[in-house]
Nanobody, 127 residues
Framework: QVQLVESGGGLVQAGVSLRLSCAAS????????MAWFRQAPGKDRESVAA????????AYTDSVKGRFTISRDNAKNMVYLQMNSLITDDTAVYYC????????????????????WGQGTQVTVSS
């Protein structure tokens, strides 16, 4: 039974920071690529950030580069998303996802590569 549980979302003012956390269980976490996606009302779910099994490689969507940082702690089965300088366009439900895909022929930012998902946590940024 794979479980991914996000936490850390909330209602904040633009310009401040949040850290989202994802606790994983029921999988070999140290072998999994992890990612964060988000979905705003009326929009498709989009990739935000991804990280390889050992944390040595990361990827970000252009709109969050320089502001967000994805990290992981394999000893704790945790993945994090540090979100700085938040803007109203960051408002969305944020989802944690896990994959055992090699990503040799598909981007680690591709939604279809992630079969395991958390329930999501709401982030609302007000102006």
């Amino acid at each position: 039974q794979v479980q991914l549980v996000e936490s850390g979302g909330g209602l904040v003012q633009a310009g401040v920071s949040l850290r989202l956390s994802c606790a994983a269980s029921g999988l070999t976490f140290s072998s999994a690529a992890m990612a964060w996606f988000r979905q705003a009302p009326g929009k498709d779910r989009e990739s935000v950030a991804a990280i390889t099994w050992n944390g040595h490689n990361t990827a970000y969507t252009d709109s969050v580069k320089g502001r967000f940082t994805i990290s992981r702690d394999n000893a704790k089965n945790m993945v994090y998303l540090q979100m700085n300088s938040l803007i109203t366009d960051d408002t969305a439900v944020y989802y944690c996802a896990a994959s055992f895909t090699s990503f040799r022929t598909v981007s680690p930012m591709t939604r279809s590569g992630y079969p395991y998902w958390g329930q999501g946590t709401q982030v609302t940024v007000s102006s």
